[in-house]
T-cell receptor, first 114, second 116 residues
């Protein structure tokens, strides 16, 4: 299996622009997670899905952030409008309930908002 | 609420020395426990996991961890550290009974530096 795939790997954008991060989970996994990692705040869970349905979005920082999972093999995290404080590495991870929820992480997207 | 504590923010060991990274969790029932490693510029990689059974679990890269229910601990060990082990290490517990909620609660991580 190719593992969790994220795109783009790096994104540089200007404040106010819309940013869309993409994730393809491991085939057969039924959970998908979006995390944000910064030096100041560490690793934060933003939102997670089970069978394409959002279960907990309490970690989404504000209304500028939205996430969708239209099918089992694709998810997006959108920031609109972006702000410099959104600069971080965003990770997507997936897991399978029957394997005890061990999560497999993608390589991350490094977002820089200028 | 469940939580995971990694008391050491940063540890430095000499190459070839033994290593123990501490992890304490708060949870009543038998938890699902994990250790992940993150090398610079990389995503998190699963090192090992504990669900039940033998309390000493072996993982990749020569790591092992021991589950001690009486101490609510799941410490990570390696008998001889290599320079390539320099990374950040995260302990995590499955949320909910038997990890039933689906998500993981992560500790804040321990950064390991290795001296030549």
């Amino acid at each position: 299996d190719a593992g969790v795939i994220q795109s783009p790997r790096h994104e540089v954008t200007e404040m106010g622009q819309e940013v869309t991060l993409r994730c393809k989970p491991i085939s057969g996994h039924d959970y998908l997670f979006w995390y944000r990692q910064t030096m100041m705040r560490g690793l934060e869970l933003l939102i997670y899905f089970n069978n394409n349905v959002p279960i907990d979005d309490s970690g989404m920082p504000e209304d500028r952030f939205s996430a969708k999972m239209p099918n089992a093999s694709f998810s997006t995290l959108k920031i609109q409008p972006s702000e410099p404080r959104d600069s971080a590495v965003y990770f997507c991870a997936s897991s399978f309930r029957r394997k005890g929820h061990e999560q497999y992480f993608g390589p991350g997207t490094r977002l820089t908002v200028t | 609420a469940q939580s995971v504590t990694q008391p050491d923010i940063h540890i430095t060991v000499s190459e070839g020395a033994s290593l123990e990274l501490r992890c304490n969790y708060s949870y009543g029932a038998t938890p699902y426990l994990f250790w992940y490693v993150q090398s610079p510029g990389q995503g998190l990689q699963l090192l090992l996991k504990y669900f039940s059974g033998d309390t000493l679990v072996q993982g990749i890269k020569g790591f092992e961890a021991e589950f001690k229910r009486s101490q609510s601990s799941f410490n990570l060990r390696k008998p001889s550290v290599h320079w390539s082990d320099a990374a950040e290490y995260f302990c995590a517990v499955g949320a909910g009974y038997g990890g039933s909620q689906g998500n993981l609660i992560f500790g804040k991580g321990t950064k390991l530096s290795v001296k030549p």
